[in-house]
């Protein structure tokens, strides 16, 4: 076995592994709450099914796509093998510490926490992701003014395997652009009035803040960039950023959806 793979099926390597894949998924979840703010627009999902399109049809976002679902894969087996070794080493939880029961909640249940998060995705990628590229979704008309930009009227089409996902055209005599897209919004907006559906995101989110309250520190601790000028900034955005306002603003959305 060469050195590079001694040292990537070492515990220490595995860490690293998990360390690398777990700061990559941080950097998405920040653009992937970006992108889906756009739901709280006024707008019919005009401006979401925009950025649905470019997400899934703008080479270098396909690429880094890919790398996403490699590290989302990478990261849950490393975590399997850390935790199957570490049972294998001694009878604790991993990532328990040194002072056993006292160390924190999110550290021992890490494992707990990581599997809520999958199931999650699993289901989430299932409802939204599949059926965007798979399901034969209705596409939305927009008809919005050049003079008041603001002034949006929306029709449905019907599904038709020749209408492209997304096109625009700028009718400069009637004073109207005409976006027609394949119609995520609406599959959003059914999904999320579903309770027990809204019950699992809001779950899985108090799950994601509670994974990346320990996850996001102990990341960059086994990376060695935890010295004492950068703990505290590390500190205040794995638990005020990553914690809580990313996890509460995704938690938003569905309940935005549900009670609007």
């Not at 050195?3 to 690398?20: E, H, P, Q, W």
């Not at 990581?114 to 699993?122: E, M, R």
């Not at 409802?127 to 029709?155: G, M, T």
Request: proline share 3%.
């Amino acid at each position: 076995m060469s050195n590079f793979a001694k040292t990537f099926s070492s515990s220490l390597g595995k860490k690293l592994v998990m360390a690398l894949t777990g700061i990559f998924l941080c950097t998405f979840l920040i653009v992937h709450l970006v992108g889906n703010l756009q739901l709280f627009k006024d707008d019919a999902g005009q401006a979401f099914n925009a950025y649905a399109y470019f997400m899934t049809h703008f080479g270098p976002i396909k690429i880094v796509s890919y790398l996403l679902y490699a590290s989302i894969i990478i990261h849950a087996v490393y975590a399997l093998m850390l935790t199957a070794g570490n049972k294998k080493a001694r009878p604790v939880a991993y990532a328990v510490q040194a002072g056993g029961q006292n160390s924190p909640w999110t550290s021992r249940n890490m494992g707990i926490l990581g599997t809520i998060l999958l199931v999650f995705i699993v289901v989430h990628m299932g409802d939204f992701w599949w059926k965007y590229h798979n399901a034969e979704l209705p596409y939305a008309k927009y008809e919005i003014s050049l003079d008041n930009p603001k002034d949006i009227q929306v029709s449905e089409l019907p599904y038709d395997a020749n209408r492209l996902v997304h096109s625009e055209i700028v009718d400069v005599q009637a004073g109207k652009q005409i976006v027609i897209s394949k119609d995520l919004y609406k599959i959003v907006n059914n999904a999320f009035q579903t309770w027990w559906y809204v019950l699992l995101y809001v779950i899985a989110m108090a799950a994601l803040s509670f994974h990346l309250i320990h996850g996001f520190k102990s990341a960059f601790q086994t990376i060695g960039w935890n010295n004492s000028k950068l703990l505290p900034i590390i500190r205040f955005l794995g638990v005020w950023i990553f914690g809580v306002l990313i996890p509460l603003a995704f938690a938003a959305m569905p309940l935005y959806f549900f009670f609007k």
